[in-house]
């Protein structure tokens, strides 16, 4: 995971059987893939791994109910299947979780408990506990919180949650493991073409030196969801290719809101949406919305609307009301889509189902989707480039992958068992030299500050207090205390200059006052 020697290999090593652009779920299950075939993969992330959508998700992995009630009845077989591959493969960070439906009349409680059985149905083996219909006195006890004026009762079924950055994280490492190399902050520029116009490598540049070298490739494989329409262009200006970009947001706020171990489904919204609270990381996550997006950003930024839409709609269903100074941290993230026929469609009402694509410059587009299927896009891409390219036929091996082994060890603190098998040499960390504690109220570390730039390739600020640990999503004010003894720990293993630390300290405060309630830092921080 040393990106300054990768880097410089990469540049040495200018010949790739497949090379990935885009460091989010799909790209990242691209190239596992692609490297545990055996086949020599490079990737290429032009921001930090999981930067985008991919660490902005409802941190769900699940079949989709609202998939099942818009009769996309294969797609959820398939997600169901590949939830319970996910619970087998990475179980330090996938989890099961038990669901609270709410309900108000005898008719919809028959309806949720029909629906909810044929979703138990539809996992087969796979399932995780059977859904059963609960008294009001056991919703109450299951949900305190919850407003009983009129409910009648309440459907218990159960998916499973996990933590989305970790994860892409764990897969990073995976990749390298198999000889792939990840590369962070490493913009494609363009494409090269061979004499019948076809993509046969690309221009990539260092984002951190500003350096720009050239390599060549068997296969390109376009995985930037929304910013495909992009890339595409560069391989191809004449055929346009079309994503629709919906915006989710989602909030986090304080357990006593919602202080139970399971989590809450809302069926029904104004926008025809479900609506979740989800325990995460000992508080509560809440959304989402569905937005159409003209124009895609690397950082989106939610509505005010689309806040007092979750808080109003979340409001109508529990006795403790959330207000929006409540709220630790907002965050938004996009949707790539892919509706049928060209037709554009209500964003909410197009599927999830994923799309591949090869052009007429042999560039390989796949979008859509969702991280719960990322494993099964990425076996479908590489099975369709292989065919496609007459490459040496490999067999997919993801199914049956452990991604990072979990820990029996009792000695290791509950805030360190997301790392998995690295658990125990981050604990031995934190009882050495790096046990400084930097947030007491998020188990922040310096060890897992250290971990982050030497592991796991943090580069800023924002990698470490975003995607490494959780911290800006979990309490943004909070991130902005401490983002000034994180920076200095990473200035010095980075070995970076004041000037860096400058630039570094405004860019992470800049982006950190849009996860604020009220979009402005607490006057101590200026």
């Not at 059987?17 to 032009?46: N, S, W």
């Not at 921001?47 to 989709?64: E, N, Q, R, Y």
């Not at 922040?444 to 982050?452: K, R």
């Amino acid at each position: 995971m040393d990106r300054a020697r990768q880097l410089h290999e990469v540049k040495q090593q200018k010949d790739w059987d497949i090379v990935v652009i885009g460091g989010g779920a799909t790209g990242l299950g691209c190239a596992l893939d692609a490297a545990t075939r055996g086949f020599k993969t490079l990737l290429l992330e032009q921001a930090d791994f999981a930067k985008g959508t991919s660490s902005k998700s409802t941190k769900l992995i699940h079949g989709g109910v609202r998939y099942l009630a818009n009769g996309d009845i294969s797609l959820v077989h398939e997600a169901l299947l590949e939830r319970g591959l996910l619970l087998k493969n990475a179980p330090h960070l996938v989890k099961k979780l038990s669901f609270i439906i709410p309900t108000y009349n005898y008719f919809s409680s028959g309806y949720y408990l029909m629906g909810m059985k044929f979703y138990d149905w539809l996992s087969g083996t796979m399932s995780l506990g059977s859904s059963q219909w609960l008294s009001v006195n056991e919703v109450l006890y299951a949900q305190p919180t919850l407003n009983k004026k009129r409910l009648n009762g309440g459907i218990q079924y159960f998916d499973a949650q996990f933590d989305d950055a970790r994860l892409a994280t764990t897969l990073v490492q995976k990749i390298e493991q198999y000889h792939g190399v990840c590369l962070n902050y490493c913009q494609v520029t363009g494409f090269i073409k061979n004499d019948q116009d076809k993509v046969a490598g690309l221009m990539a540049c260092d984002r951190e030196s500003q350096e720009e070298f050239a390599l060549n490739a068997k296969v390109v494989i376009n995985a930037t969801g929304v910013f495909s329409e992009r890339i595409h262009a560069l391989s191809s200006p004449a055929k346009k290719f079309e994503i629709q970009s919906s915006q989710g947001v989602h909030f986090v706020i304080d357990r006593e809101f919602l202080p139970s171990d399971q989590a809450l489904l809302i069926p029904k919204t104004q926008d025809g949406r479900v609506l979740f609270a989800i325990p995460w990381h000992g508080k509560v996550l809440v959304g989402t919305t569905d937005t159409p997006i003209k124009s895609p950003s690397i950082d989106p930024t939610a509505f005010d609307h689309e806040v007092d839409f979750i808080l109003d709609t979340l409001n109508a269903f529990i006795t403790r009301k959330v207000r929006r100074a409540d709220i630790r941290s907002i965050f938004a993230g996009l949707r790539p889509l892919v509706s049928t026929k060209g037709k554009k469609a209500a964003t909410k009402d197009v599927s999830r189902r994923h799309f591949i694509d090869i052009n007429e410059a042999s560039l390989v587009t796949v979008t859509g989707g969702k991280w719960t299927t990322y494993r099964k896009m990425a076996e479908d891409t590489l099975d369709r480039v292989i065919q496609h390219f007459n490459l040496p036929v490999q067999p997919c091996v993801t199914a049956q992958l452990p991604l990072f082994s979990g820990t029996a060890n009792d000695d290791i603190p509950t805030h360190l068992l997301h790392y998995g098998a690295a658990a125990p040499e981050l604990a031995a960390l934190e009882k050495g030299n790096y046990g400084r504690v930097i947030s007491a109220s998020l188990n922040l570390s310096e060890g897992q500050v250290y971990w982050a730039v030497k592991h796991e390739k943090a580069r800023k600020i924002e990698d470490v207090l975003a995607r490494r640990s959780r911290a800006l999503f979990l309490d943004a004010q909070e991130a902005l205390r401490i983002a000034g003894e994180v920076g200095l720990i990473l200035q010095q293993l980075l070995e970076k200059d004041a000037a860096w630390l400058d630039q570094e300290m405004s860019d992470f405060f800049a982006l950190a006052k849009t996860y604020l309630p009220n979009r402005i830092p607490p006057a101590h921080i200026e």
